[in-house]
């Protein structure tokens, strides 16, 4: 059903000579009744007047001087001697009759107990059924069909007229009719003798309800319907054939005054509550629809304003007819119902003709309306904004992808320029030999190369590496004299160019090396240098091709121009990285472009995981498998936070500053020292730590993760003293936190330093609501000895970097996982309520009500579980963290044995050599690897 026409409505409506439907206000008029003969018998006078057709005075000289309004104006008012069928001429009639035009109507009568409601709709309805038959019979050329239901609506139960099931009817909402009453009883009327039938067993049955209420006067609502349909002749059994649909509403309320009698005693005051619920809703809603559509409307609030919800301000044409007794003993209740209608008559409504399609012609119009709404989606001029967005931004990455494809195209000719010149390096090897022979062994660790730190490699790596491999070292540090000179003159034109060239060297040369030491991983390192920088792996270039070619060749391969040929390339590829990534990333979700993500997230792992830096690519190598590659600084924006952006395709997620997590989780492959399954957690955490607490962290995770962390840090330390050189520095303190100190060079007064670090990792540990097992884990394991800084320093490093995230509503990415606050402190919540979980189990009653009254926890309290897991590590004071340290100890079955334990961890770390900065972590990184 709805609004829609069709040449057939239109004819209908030519036919009709009228406008349809429409926006307009209820109609309200008032009727006065003449005094009964009761009231007559009682003397009583009638103070009500009806002096034109649209007002009504109060005559009453003393009420007069209330200041009450005493003249009252609506659509018409009619007096006592006015007949029933004036009533309907006057106006109902025309509401009335709109239902024979596809138009919903309702016409109420709205009064207090024998005002005549029953009286005036009696006659209304004769009327316009009798109306509508004549007009049946005038459109001979169309089809009608009419039908009939009846309700009572008592108590705020619906029951059927027609039927003598007196089981209640329920309301259900349609999505298209809206509110509907199930099983309600509709007769196809056949004739008018049929109406005046059903007619009766609607008062029969609405009589047996009052005598079963022993009431006098109608206590409940009722609604009869007529819904006529009818649709033209010549259409019917045409796929185009039209029905019009409506129906005409009789609405009989309860008497008005009950809800205010009612709320005068007790019972009375209880049963016209309920009786006159709906009533009540009526006038609310009323009221507010007086004053405007806006806000809510509470029909659903009885079940007369939700039936009749369409005729109060939707879909209907409506006429509320009010009703009054003349006699002064009513005064008030009339002043009610005339304020009823006041409200009434500012009321809209908006009716529409409503038109039922057959199938096949619902179908056609639906197909007509694709048609048109996918030509819309078609045409990038509509007013679909985002369709033509989206189709200017594939425009704009496909230019960019091809602008990319280009530019890969560019570089890879470059390099097989450089490959060239390797080969020709190659052919020149005996002369090389020659020069190279010629040259002092131990030049390599010439103070001048070293001293030269704006243009040398001294790393600590480097230097450790030197050491435990000479005579590569010797090989890789290439430089004679005149070499070194050479290379000097270069460095010269560009500092970091040359710095660059020196790493590029030494990362040919590592990769080999690390081949000589046969880490395990260096298939991996070789590998992925190979096919990240589109090269030949570095292994097969042989170092000795570079070291024994000649340094002219040698420079001239790293030439500056092409070096920076290279970078300029990389920064203009990255640039449109940035801007593929700019475009993408508005996309909610990355399927709305699917064969844009496969393409770019190719070029952005190609791009993304080539590193600049050979060294990072060692140590890549050097870590356990499942160690996180950390993003060389250098290549890390200084922008290292970033807030998650939740539909991103994972490809193009920016970097993170990355730090490895402690994670204790099954997920992670268990460490030891060498690196293999160990069992050794087991001695720590005791055999109670059994199936279905695999939730405990062990310690032996939590001490790789230590290690992991410390390696870390030691790469961030080489970085930063490699970027010294370079004058270049981006350090840690790009994120607020000072340089990790060398344990070589901890302070003297390390008791003092160690207190100092303590407090703050507490503190931190809570700010960044920190496992309340980690912290137990680490405040038993570092307790002060000096070998310790190390770790104290990693910690707070690390926990600073968190709290600056976190303070700041970003987030971070730690061990492949994304922290944020929320995701910190759930977590926090899940291991207190695994930790209350583990009280009964693994402390003893007594020592359990010990620990309670040490807490100051009662011992009666239901909660005190929950209580102590929340007291645990909340307070920074020294004496309660040692205190929270032991009870979760012994939650998580975790016996501090002392250094014997980090012992047995590879935690206790030979102290630095002191001479020399840069060998406190080379020294220190023994006991990490
Ligand atoms: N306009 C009128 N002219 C003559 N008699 C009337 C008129 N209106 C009502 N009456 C008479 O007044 C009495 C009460 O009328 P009616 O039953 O219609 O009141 P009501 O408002 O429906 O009462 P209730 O709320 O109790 O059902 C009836 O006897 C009816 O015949």
Redesign the pocket.
């Known amino acids: 059903m709805g609004a829609i026409g069709g040449e057939e409505l239109k004819k209908w409506e030519k036919m009709q000579g009228a406008a349809l439907g429409g926006e307009e206000k209820i109609l309200v008029l008032v ?1 006065l ?2 005094l ?1 003969e009761k009231e007559i018998v009682r003397n009583e006078v009638s103070d009500w007047e009806c002096i034109n057709e649209t007002t009504i005075l109060y005559r009453n000289s003393l009420q007069e001087r209330s200041g009450l309004p005493t003249a009252y104006t609506f659509d018409r008012v009619y007096r ?1 001697d006015c007949s029933t069928r004036e009533v309907y001429e006057g106006g109902t009639k025309d509401i009335a009759l709109s239902v024979v035009s596809g138009i919903n109507s309702t016409i109420f009568a709205y ?1 207090q ?8 709709m009696n006659g209304i309805t004769e009327f316009t059924v009798t109306d509508i038959y004549d007009y049946m019979q005038r459109h001979e050329e169309r089809a009608f069909v009419l039908k009939f239901s009846a309700m009572e609506i008592y108590n705020e139960v619906v029951r059927d007229l027609l039927s003598s099931d007196s089981t209640p009817l329920r309301l259900l909402d349609d999505p298209e009719k809206g509110t509907i009453i199930e099983k309600l009883t509709e007769e196809t009327l056949r004739d008018w003798d049929h109406l005046k039938e059903l007619l009766s067993i609607c008062e029969a049955q609405r009589q047996i309800g009052e005598t079963y209420l022993n009431e006098n ?2 206590r409940s609502h009722q609604i009869l319907r007529l819904t006529i349909e009818s649709s033209a002749r010549e259409f019917i059994g045409k796929d185009n054939k039209t029905t019009l649909s409506a129906s005409v509403n009789f609405v ?1 309320l ?2 008005s005054e009950r809800a205010s009698q009612a709320l005068s005693v007790g019972q009375r005051l209880k049963e016209g509550c309920h009786i006159n619920r709906s009533l009540l809703t009526l006038g609310t809603v009323i009221r507010k629809l007086s004053k405007g559509r806006h806000g809510h409307v509470n029909y659903r609030d009885s079940k007369l304003t939700r039936i009749l919800q369409p005729a109060l301000g939707g879909n209907a044409r409506t006429a509320i007819i009010c ?1 009054l007794s003349p006699a002064r003993s009513h005064v008030e209740q009339s002043r009610n119902t005339l304020l009823f209608a006041c409200c009434a008559k500012e009321v809209s409504t908006n009716a529409q003709v409503n038109v039922v399609m057959s199938d096949k012609a619902l179908v056609k119009h639906l197909q007509k309306e694709l048609a048109r709404l996918e030509s819309e989606l078609k045409t990038p001029t509509t007013t679909c904004d985002h369709v033509s967005l989206l189709r200017k931004k594939d425009q704009q990455i496909e230019k960019l992808e091809k602008e990319v494809r280009e530019l890969t195209k560019q570089r890879d000719l470059a390099q097989s320029r450089v490959e060239d010149l390797l080969r020709t390096i190659k052919s020149d090897k005996t002369s090389s030999q020659k020069e190279v022979s010629s040259l002092p062994s131990k030049s390599v660790e010439g103070n001048t190369y070293e001293d030269e730190s704006s243009v040398s490699c001294s790393s600590a790596i480097e230097e450790s590496y030197i050491r435990d491999n000479e005579s590569d070292a010797t090989s890789c540090a290439v430089p004679a004299a005149d070499q070194h000179q050479r290379g000097k003159e270069s460095a010269n034109v560009t500092g970091e160019d040359s710095d660059d060239l020196c790493k590029e060297v030494r990362c040919i040369e590592m990769d080999e090396s690390s081949e000589n030491r046969n880490f395990e991983s260096i298939s991996l390192s070789n590998t992925a240098y190979g096919e990240r920088m589109s090269m030949p792996p570095a292994s097969s270039v042989r170092h000795s091709d570079i070291r024994q070619s000649s340094p002219m060749l040698l420079e001239q391969a790293n030439s500056t121009s092409d070096r920076s040929l290279h970078a300029a390339w990389e920064q203009k590829m990255q640039d449109i990285q940035n801007t593929i990534n700019s475009l993408v990333r508005p996309f909610p979700d990355d399927s709305s472009s699917p064969a844009l993500s496969t393409s770019i997230s190719g070029s952005r792992s190609q791009k993304l995981t080539r590193s600049r830096s050979c060294r990072a690519n060692f140590m890549v190598g050097s870590f356990p498998p499942d160690f996180e590659t950390v993003e060389d600084s250098e290549t890390t924006p200084p922008n290292v936070l970033e807030k998650d952006f939740p539909g991103r395709p994972e490809n193009f997620q920016r970097k993170h500053w990355k730090l490895p997590l402690l994670i204790y989780g099954a997920n992670r492959p268990k460490l030891s020292r060498n690196n293999s399954q160990s069992s050794i957690g087991s001695a720590f955490v005791d055999g109670s730590n059994a199936p279905g607490d695999e939730d405990i962290p062990s310690v032996d995770n939590f001490v790789a993760g230590l290690k992991e962390m410390a390696k870390l840090e030691y790469d961030n330390q080489l970085h930063d003293q490699g970027q010294e050189a370079g004058k270049s520095k981006r350090s840690v303190k790009s994120v607020g936190v000072d340089p990790m100190l060398d344990s070589s060079e901890a302070p003297s007064d390390w008791p003092l330093e160690f207190g100092r670090l303590q407090k703050m990792i507490i503190e931190l540990w809570k700010t960044c609501h920190i496992s309340l097992i980690h912290r137990t884990y680490f405040f038993l394991l570092f307790k002060g000895d000096p070998m310790d800084s190390i770790y104290m320093e990693v910690e707070v490093r690390r926990l600073s970097f968190l709290k600056e995230v976190l303070s700041s509503g970003n987030s971070a990415v730690q061990g492949g996982q994304t922290i944020t606050l929320a995701s910190s402190l759930k977590a926090l919540r899940r291991e207190r309520d695994m930790l209350s979980r583990l009280i009964y189990k693994r402390i003893p009653g007594a020592e359990r009500n010990e620990i309670y009254q040490k807490w100051g926890i009662n011992l009666n309290s239901k909660r005190r579980r929950h209580q102590l897991v929340h007291h645990l590590w909340s307070d920074t004071d020294l004496n309660r963290v040692i205190e929270s340290a032991a009870v979760v100890a012994k939650l998580i079955g975790f016996s501090d044995q002392g250094p014997a334990l980090k012992e047995m961890f590879g935690l206790s770390i030979t102290p630095p050599r002191k001479s020399r900065r840069s060998f406190g972590w080379k020294n220190s990184m023994a006991s990490l690897i």
């Open positions: 009727r009744r003449p009964s006592g009064g107990t024998s005002s005549g409601k029953t009286y005036t006067s109608s009989d309860a008497g009703t």
